[in-house]
């Protein structure tokens, strides 16, 4: 993607969403922390659920340790992979205390070097809890990068590289949250919804959703590839059909004669 197009693109998100946030719930960075660990393979729906009634119980370093495993077993166990979760956030906990002051830490090493804090945690520790511009790459960020042809890499560390690379100085604070948002709510990994989409005409992924039958303009544009590929499905079943017609004949006759020679 062109850089004139970069710019374009985040004009467009910073427009619809100037402010953007995390959509996990916290007042603190070690609440951030404690949410971020949580949410790994796990949607921020469920984790804020269950950070809502631990929060209020213990949301510093020594109140979760003195919360014990099954303590915090308790609040947490709704959340997919709980038990190494909980042990991690103990640990972490642990380390926070003995070695930062029970704080958390303003850098990616300290950060990287905490029980369940990986890569792309310590990055949305920074960038949402100390608003510095780094660019985590999740599932979402690295499906529509690459979509659109923002940054097209095999693994999310090549994507990463690239965006830090493509993306002006001024969008890069928020650009981790419009793209998680854009993946999240419009450009969903089974179904994006293209018709829909604020950057369609600047995206570069080949399979767009179509526009609803209703929507009569685009939907006349897209119609001969629609029926094309309408024909060739209704040739696929019919031959299918045939096929099966064709290999149940014999066997239902075969029966038919063993069943009336046994009868005999
Ligand atoms: S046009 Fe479709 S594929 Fe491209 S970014 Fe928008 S929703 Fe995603």
Same mark, same amino acid.
């Given at each position: 993607?062109?850089? +004139? ?17 995390? @959509? ?8 951030? $922390?404690?949410? =971020? ?20 119980? +213990? ?12 303590? $915090? ?15 991690? &956030?103990?640990?972490?906990? !642990? &380390? ?14 300290? %950060? ?9 945690? +310590? ?13 985590? =790459? ?11 042809? $923002? ?5 999310? !560390?090549?994507?990463?590289? %690239? ?6 100085? @001024?969008?890069? $604070? ?11 709510? &419009? ?12 950057? %369609?005409? %600047? ?21 001969? !590839? ?16 045939? =096929? +099966? ?20």
């Amino acid at each position: 993607m062109k850089p +004139a197009k970069v710019r374009e693109l985040f004009e467009r998100f910073k427009a619809l969403n100037p402010e953007p946030v995390t @959509e996990l719930e916290h007042s603190t960075p070690f609440e951030l $922390l404690i949410a =971020v660990i949580l949410s790994a393979q796990a949607t921020d729906k469920g984790v804020n659920i269950a950070t809502r009634k631990l929060f209020p119980v +213990a949301n510093t370093p020594q109140a979760m340790l003195d919360l014990g495993s099954e303590g $915090l077993t308790g609040y947490v166990k709704s959340i997919g992979l709980y038990p190494g979760k909980v042990k991690n &956030i103990l640990a972490t906990c !642990r &380390i926070l205390l003995d070695k930062h002051g029970g704080q958390v830490p303003r850098d990616f090493a300290a %950060l990287e070097e905490l029980p369940g804090v990986g890569r792309k945690t +310590a990055n949305v520790v920074l960038n949402s809890a100390f608003q510095q511009p780094t660019m985590p =790459v999740d599932t979402h960020i690295f499906r529509v990068a690459n979509r659109l042809g $923002l940054a097209r890499g095999k693994n999310p !560390r090549e994507v990463e590289d %690239l965006l830090v690379e493509r993306v002006p100085a @001024e969008y890069m $604070l928020h650009a981790h949250h419009w793209l998680l948002l854009h993946g999240r709510y &419009i450009c969903k990994a089974r179904m994006p919804e293209c018709p829909r989409c604020p950057v %369609l005409d %600047l995206c570069g992924y080949e399979a767009k959703t179509l526009p609803p039958a209703e929507d009569l303009p685009l939907a006349h544009a897209a119609a001969p !590839r629609v029926a094309k590929v309408t024909k060739r499905a209704t040739a696929i079943v019919r031959k299918a059909a045939a =096929v +099966a017609k064709k290999s149940r004949t014999p066997v239902s006759r075969g029966r038919s004669r063993k069943t009336s020679r046994s009868a005999r």
